[in-house]
C-alpha cells in the first residue's frame, strides 16, 4: 500500500497546521508545514503587510516542491500544510510527482478574520485575508472539509475519506 501523501489547502487561518499536525502524527508520516520554507524575505513583506505575488512565490514553491518529492523518493507519506491559493500553485507542487490526496479546509471569512486576529505568534497579518480570499481557486478534485469543526473531527473525516 502506497503511504498517504495529502495535501491540506486553503486560506491563511483556514487550521492547516493545527489540522496538519494531527493528520500526520494519525497516519504516522511526516508532517510538512509550507510556512517554514518562505525566506526571510517574504516573510519580512507579510509581516509588513504585504502579500505575496506569483513571482515572490516562485522560490517558496520550489523549495516546498523540493522536499515533497525527496519524500516521495523515499517512499514516504506526508502530510503538507500550504496554502497552494490557486490551480497554478497546486500544479507546481505536484509536478511530476504521483498524485497527491488534496483537502479543501473551508472556513468563512468571519470565523478567519477572528482567527488571524487572535493569533499573536505568526507573521502572517489578519489584514491580508482579502488578498488570500480574492486569489483563492477552488480545488478541481479533492476532498472539501468544514474547517469550523473540531480537528479531532476533521482529521476522523479525512481518514474516513482516505480510506474510501
Not at 503511504?3 to 491563511?12: C, D
Not at 489540522?19 to 494519525?26: D, E, F, I, K, P
Not at 508545514?33 to 525566506?39: E, T
Request: net charge neutral; charged share 15%.
Amino acid at each position: 500500500m502506497t503511504a498517504p501523501r495529502v495535501v491540506l489547502v486553503g486560506v491563511a487561518g483556514s487550521g492547516k497546521t493545527t489540522v496538519g499536525r494531527l493528520l500526520a502524527t494519525a497516519l504516522d508520516v511526516a508532517g510538512l508545514d509550507a510556512d517554514d520554507f518562505h525566506s526571510s524575505a517574504n516573510r519580512a513583506r507579510m509581516t509588513a503587510g504585504q502579500g505575496l505575488d506569483d513571482d515572490a512565490r516562485v522560490d517558496w514553491l520550489a523549495a516546498v516542491h523540493q522536499q515533497v518529492r525527496s519524500l516521495v523518493q523515499q517512499q514516504l507519506g506526508f502530510v503538507l500544510a500550504c496554502s497552494a491559493l490557486r490551480a497554478c500553485y497546486r500544479q507546481q507542487l505536484a509536478a511530476d510527482l504521483p498524485p497527491f490526496c488534496w483537502v479543501h479546509l473551508q472556513v468563512d471569512p468571519a470565523t478567519l478574520h477572528q482567527r488571524l486576529q487572535r493569533r499573536t505568534d505568526h507573521f502572517f497579518p489578519a489584514t491580508l485575508l482579502p488578498s488570500q480570499l480574492a486569489t483563492w481557486e477552488a480545488l478541481a478534485t479533492g476532498l472539501v472539509v468544514d474547517g469550523t469543526e473540531p480537528p479531532a473531527q476533521i482529521v476522523a473525516t479525512i481518514r474516513h475519506w482516505l480510506r474510501h
